[in-house]
């Protein structure tokens, strides 16, 4: 099956650890993007990927970090300086360019932090 | 500032109703728009996107685009208690990114 997956589905931190979220898609999409989800608030855009070992800062940058050595996957790191990351964490993936925009969502993994 | 405005909700219809959504945009250079559907608790799922002005029709989901008063509306025939969720409304100014609404919580009472 083709899908998005991310992993884990609820996470637990302590603070000042770092911790790293994983996504995987093997929708041979090229775009890759990372959000974050407050309660009764939208999609906030944290980074995005157009290719590999290339990204680009979102909305709401500060405090995490990411990598794309692979094109299916698009790890996300919550560092410490992050000061509030207990959040819903989506990852979604597009083919880019054109009208091939759409983006798709994995499941969103759940971090909490202690 | 690109931004997209949504009302909030909830909004209540009764089951076999038309449920109405809007969502209004910011930039005119705005050139693709989406509608997802997000349960509670789960990440959003697409239901359609429109490009061009006028009506898109696919189930019992219609989209409708104008692009001139600067605004995206869904409407959901027959509505289900199935069909209780957050609707969010996306819009696409280039292919890179998206900027999301806070989304629409809709109820439909049986």
């Known amino acids: 099956d083709g899908g998005i997956t991310q992993s884990p589905k609820y996470l637990f931190r302590k603070e000042g650890q770092n911790v790293t979220l994983s996504c995987e898609q093997n929708?041979?999409?090229?775009?890759m993007y990372w959000y974050r989800q407050d309660p009764g608030q939208g999609l906030r855009l944290i980074y995005y990927s157009q290719i590999v070992n290339d990204f680009q800062k979102g909305d709401i940058a500060e405090g995490y970090s990411v990598s794309r050595e692979k094109k299916e996957s698009f790890p996300l790191t919550v560092t410490s300086a992050q000061k509030n990351p207990t959040a819903f964490y989506l990852c979604?993936?597009?083919?880019?360019?054109?009208?091939?925009?759409?983006?798709?969502f994995g499941p969103g993994t759940r971090l909490t932090v202690l | 500032q690109k931004e997209v405005e949504q009302n909030s909700g909830p909004l209540s219809v009764p089951e076999g109703a038309i449920a109405s959504l809007n969502c209004t945009y910011s930039?005119?250079?705005?050139?693709?728009f989406f509608w997802y559907r997000q349960y509670s608790g789960k990440s959003p799922e697409l239901i359609m996107f429109?490009?061009?002005?006028g009506d898109k029709e696919d189930g019992r989901f219609t989209a409708q685009l104008n692009k001139a008063s600067q605004y995206v509306s869904l409407l959901i025939r027959d509505s289900q208690p199935s069909d209780s969720a957050t609707y969010l409304c996306a819009v696409s100014y280039n292919t890179d990114k998206l900027i999301f609404g806070t989304g629409t919580r809709l109820q439909v009472f049986p």
């Open positions: 429109i490009y061009s002005n």
């Open positions: 930039d005119r250079g705005s050139q693709s």
């Open positions: 979604a993936s597009s083919d880019g360019g054109g009208s091939a925009d759409t983006q798709y």
């Open positions: 929708l041979n999409h090229d775009a």
